[in-house]
């Protein structure tokens, strides 16, 4: 079992062996509790310099859009093993399919957050809403834009039950390193400039 479990996370062997104890041999609820304890140190990492790492680029549409996207790593080793390559490409690929405005919410530009705040409180004002919903409605419709334009929250296109955020952290766990998605340019043929 301990391989078993070993194969399909990545993770470590005591790790393994201590997570299906922890679970009473239940493969499902061992897989969940080395996710969990994945992303706890991968967020206790977040500090790390990340000075290697990977540029890829992504083109799609028979040239007609074209992505490139940086991912930083701590070692060079790291940054040019299988899985950090393929998480880069995967990456691009999904930037050219979803087009995120930002990595994360603290990268979403100020003036677009107010207008679609303004937005959303306009639509909930006109629809009748009372004023006391019309802030959670807000909150709600923000939550849902978050989603779509930043990167790290959107789903994985080629697994939508998770989210980039947690291939993120799967990739820290199984690294032991902080990695970081440094930037990224998309480009559309025919789009306008910004």
């Known amino acids: ?5 070993r194969e399909k996370t990545g993770v470590g062997m005591m790790d393994c062996k201590t997570a299906l104890k922890e679970c009473n041999g239940d493969m499902e609820k061992a897989v969940d509790y080395l996710r ?3 992303i ?5 990492r977040g500090g790390r310099a990340t000075s290697a790492g990977q540029v890829q680029a992504y083109i799609h549409g028979g040239g007609k859009i074209g992505v490139l996207v940086e991912v930083n790593c701590e070692t060079d080793f790291t940054g040019k093993t ?4 393929e998480f ?4 691009a690929m999904q930037i050219a399919a979803t087009n995120p405005v930002a990595i994360d919410r603290e990268h979403v530009p100020g003036e677009l957050l107010a207008r679609e705040k303004e937005i959303y409180a306009t639509q909930a004002k006109e629809s009748g809403k009372p004023e006391k919903v019309i802030e959670k409605i807000v909150e709600g419709k923000l939550a849902k834009f978050y989603s779509e334009a930043c990167l790290l929250e959107q789903p994985f296109v080629k697994n939508t039950d998770l989210k980039i955020q947690d291939i993120l952290n799967e990739l820290m766990a199984k690294t032991g390193e902080n990695i970081l998605i440094r930037r990224f340019s998309r480009f559309q043929l025919g789009e306008p400039d910004e």
């Open 1 to 5: 079992m301990v391989k078993d479990l």
């Open 36 to 38: 969990k304890k994945g």
């Open 40 to 44: 706890a140190t991968a967020q206790k």
């Open 82 to 85: 299988d899985d950090f390559s």
């Open 88 to 91: 880069v490409k995967d990456l």
